[in-house]
């Protein structure tokens, strides 16, 4: 019997507003805010799953997404 790695990927997806000079800035603010736990993401923000199977160590193989 092979033996297979599945890798499973959940995506959660929001869209802040951010005030800010700059989208450096914007960025590096809704960085700081995510690591301060003001932004999080709950299974209200899931947009999807993908699985990619590959046999043994092998890289990708197979690529599946719901």
Avoid: F, P
Avoid at 12 to 40: C, F, G, P, Q
Wanted: aromatic fraction near 8%.
């Amino acid at each position: 019997m092979r033996k297979y790695h599945v890798h499973i990927t959940e995506t959660l997806h929001t869209i802040v507003a951010i005030e800010a000079n700059s989208s450096d800035e914007a960025l590096e603010k809704a960085k700081d805010m995510y690591r301060n736990e003001e932004i999080v993401l709950t299974s209200e923000n899931y947009v999807g799953t993908d699985y990619v199977v590959a046999e043994d160590d092998n890289l990708c193989q197979r690529k599946y997404t719901e």
